[in-house]
């Protein structure tokens, strides 16, 4: 299993993924969104990591983010961030840079500012 440098490491390279895209004039705003998902996966992985937990899919990694307590705060950004990238992934869902800058963005930085302190 990955270790929780490893998950940051893939997190942070996700996010630069993300930023390298201008979300002002990309064709590409699903991979923004689909990366920051990613990241914020990955960021929940390094948490969990330090637990000696690994998720083995997106069913069991939704019930233990609901289920731990220090977790339980991201859910809801957590899953809307998920939904977002299932929408442009699977459903074609265009996402705009609005919605990107003010819905999209504004879950990871709230997964990332729980999550950090306790790596």
Request: aromatic fraction near 14%.
């Amino acid at each position: 299993m990955p270790r929780k440098e490893e998950h940051l490491a893939k997190a942070q390279y996700d996010e630069r993924f993300a930023a390298s895209l201008d979300v002002k004039t990309t064709p590409f705003a699903d991979w923004i969104v689909t990366a920051l998902f990613y990241a914020a996966l990955h960021y929940v992985e390094a948490y969990f990591a330090t637990l000696k937990r690994h998720s083995g899919d997106h069913r069991a990694r939704d019930s233990a983010v609901w289920r731990d307590p220090q977790t339980h705060p991201i859910y809801v950004d957590y899953c809307e961030l998920k939904n977002f990238s299932i929408n442009a992934r699977y459903f074609m869902q265009q996402f705009n840079q609005a919605e990107i800058v003010l819905k999209v963005q504004p879950c990871l930085i709230s997964i990332k500012g729980r999550l950090l302190p306790l790596l």
